[in-house]
């Protein structure tokens, strides 16, 4: 699922900490298990322009995961 315009960075890997399976940053040439604090560490300074991530791709396996995901989209990326 694609996210565009993530303001709450801290929020959003608060979320994933708290996914049941694997998160993956999905970009053209790398995939990163998010689960891993090496890999937010990368990601962040990869992703972040002005505090705002503009669009990234974050792939889920559990259902569970892929709700509360798309609901901090819905809902809580302030």
Same mark, same amino acid.
């Given at each position: $699922? %694609? &996210? %565009?315009?993530?303001? #709450?960075?801290?929020?959003?890997?608060e =979320? =994933?900490? /708290?996914c049941?399976?694997?998160?993956?940053?999905? /970009?053209?040439?790398?995939v990163?298990?998010? %689960? /891993? #604090?090496? @890999? %937010?560490?990368? @990601? &962040? /300074?990869?992703?972040?322009?002005?505090?705002?991530?503009? *669009? $990234? *791709?974050?792939? @889920?396996?559990?259902?569970?995961? =892929? @709700?509360?995901l798309?609901? &901090? $989209? $819905? *809902?809580? #990326?302030?």
């Amino acid at each position: $699922m %694609k &996210f %565009k315009n993530v303001k #709450n960075l801290k929020k959003l890997f608060e =979320i =994933i900490d /708290s996914c049941y399976g694997r998160v993956d940053l999905v /970009s053209q040439d790398i995939v990163l298990n998010l %689960k /891993s #604090n090496l @890999a %937010k560490y990368f @990601a &962040f /300074s990869q992703l972040v322009s002005d505090g705002i991530v503009e *669009e $990234m *791709e974050l792939r @889920a396996y559990d259902s569970e995961d =892929i @709700a509360k995901l798309t609901k &901090f $989209m $819905m *809902e809580g #990326n302030e």
